[in-house]
């Protein structure tokens, strides 16, 4: 009884949280549960557990996801124009393999509807990432200039930004991880931000589909450029039964996750005391929480997770923390 919305289709359970969200956010009040607080440059994380891009995609729910108790949000994708899903089916859920399937593409109500949502929050209860992306029709070649757009608009309001390169739902998008794009791609960014009055750290979202060594050469190569990495986002590489196109996260994730976040801990050794390390995909427990902090992520963020568990997420990794 207590998690009827898994009885209902997936997208309609998705699009059910909104209203939800929307009035949680006008009538409760914002709370943070306490426990292992954090600190990173000027950031303070009353708790190291937030929420994954997605879940507010246009900076819509701010306040009712605060009414939650995470300690961060990340909100997102955003891209510089208003877009739609990918056509056809978008989201399915594997009950039995708390597995979640999406191919939605970086739907969203563009960066100027996202900036007027963000200019109305007056007092944060946490830090607030934002998530950027690219336009689906925007060439390859020029979409360091979409990620520099959204960086200028935005920055006032981001205590942090998330370069997503990463999604297997946007067509060819991954291919900016090649050697042929990727520092083309990313000094442009990274030299337009030193220039910024307010320059917001940089994390860069990594991809499960990356090969070991590829992996591992993409945070050799960003190590003195971005201050920090998510690893990491959905996989195309799965046995579960779902469509060829989009991406996994839950369960199934988690062992990749996990091991990619013990070689990028291992790789940096000492330097990693300068940088954040977000760990994401198949946290799907308490336990798991712990345990990714206990393998050296800084903070981690969750979605499958709450799809299957629900919002009181948050809470129950709270209460286990103190049991």
């Known amino acids: ?11 309609w359970s998705h699009k059910l949280s909104f209203p939800i969200l929307k009035f949680r956010g006008c009538f409760w009040k914002a709370k943070v549960f306490k426990w292992k607080p954090f600190k990173w440059r000027h950031l303070t994380f009353q708790n190291p557990l937030g929420t994954s891009a997605g879940l507010d995609k246009s900076a819509d729910n701010i306040k009712g996801w605060w009414t939650y108790g995470p300690g961060f949000l990340e909100i997102g994708t955003l891209t510089v124009q208003k877009q739609k899903s990918n056509p056809g089916p978008i ?23 996202a900036l007027s949502k963000l200019k109305q929050i007056k007092s944060r209860s946490t830090p607030i990432f934002i ?22 608009k935005l920055h006032p309001y981001a ?38 009055k307010k320059n917001p750290p940089l994390l860069l979202k990594m991809s499960p589909d990356l090969s070991e060594d590829q992996f591992l050469n993409i945070i050799k190569m960003s190590k003195d450029k971005v201050d920090g990495w998510v690893i990491c986002n959905t996989t195309a590489k799965h046995n579960c039964p779902f469509p060829a196109q989009g991406g996994v996260s839950g369960r199934p994730l988690a062992e990749k ?11 940096l050794g000492a330097d990693k005391q300068s940088k954040l390390i977000i760990s ?15 393998l050296g992520a800084d903070l981690v963020q969750v979605y499958s997770a709450l799809v299957f568990e629900g919002p009181q997420f948050f809470k129950k990794v709270h209460q286990a923390h103190f049991s």
């Open 131 to 152: 998530s950027i992306g690219k336009n689906r029709n925007t060439p390859l070649d020029k979409s360091s200039i979409d990620y520099q757009q959204l960086i200028e």
């Open 1 to 11: 009884m207590n998690k009827l919305w898994l009885f209902l289709p997936p997208s």
């Open 280 to 294: 994401s995909g198949g946290c799907m427990t308490a336990q798991d929480v712990f345990d990714r902090i206990q």
């Open 91 to 113: 989201l399915k859920r594997d009950l039995k393999r708390k597995a979640l399937w999406n191919h939605m593409g970086f739907p969203n109500a563009g960066c100027n509807y």
């Open 257 to 267: 996750s996990k091991h990619f976040l013990t070689q990028t801990v291992q790789l």
């Open 159 to 196: 205590d942090a930004f998330v370069i997503n390169i990463s999604s297997p739902n946007t067509k060819d998008l991954r291919k900016l991880f090649d050697s042929d794009f990727f520092e083309d791609f990313l000094n442009p960014i990274v030299s337009f931000c030193k220039k910024l």
